[in-house]
Nanobody, 120 residues
Framework: VQLQASGGGLVQAGGSLTLSCTAS????????MGWYRQSPINERDFLARVTSGGSTNYADSVKGRFSISRDNAKNTVSLQMNSLNSEDTAVYYCNAEVVPAEGLRSYASWGPGTLVTVSS
């Protein structure tokens, strides 16, 4: 499975940005899709995830500011980010838990990352 993210860029503090990620390739199903981020001084941190059934959960650091959604028909997950601040500057990674064939264990697939820069 290949994941391709888009929507990163430069935004002013207090602004909003929406990231999107589309999965392509051959697989049986994708159970969860999510977003992580990594800055130069931090490890890759979990932000949000959504199941195929639409259940979501968020990291405390983004709860109330970020919203994740998923379009199963388009194999796409989006992250709406509001009230951005300089601490949100990072490379954002899309993640998917992929079931390659029925009955097989899922594996994690990662996109190449998209840079979000928040200017103050």
């Amino acid at each position: 499975v290949q994941l391709q993210a888009s929507g990163g860029g430069l935004v002013q503090a207090g602004g909003s940005l929406t990231l999107s990620c589309t999965a392509s390739g051959s697989y049986f199903s994708i159970t969860e899709m999510g977003w992580y981020r990594q800055s130069p001084i931090n490890e890759r941190d979990f932000l949000a995830r959504v199941t195929s059934g639409g259940s979501t959960n968020y990291a405390d650091s983004v709860k109330g500011r970020f919203s994740i959604s998923r379009d199963n028909a388009k194999n796409t997950v989006s992250l709406q980010m509001n009230s951005l601040n300089s601490e949100d500057t990072a490379v954002y990674y899309c993640n998917a838990e992929v079931v390659p064939a029925e009955g097989l264990r899922s594996y994690a697939s990662w996109g190449p990352g998209t840079l979000v820069t928040v200017s103050s």
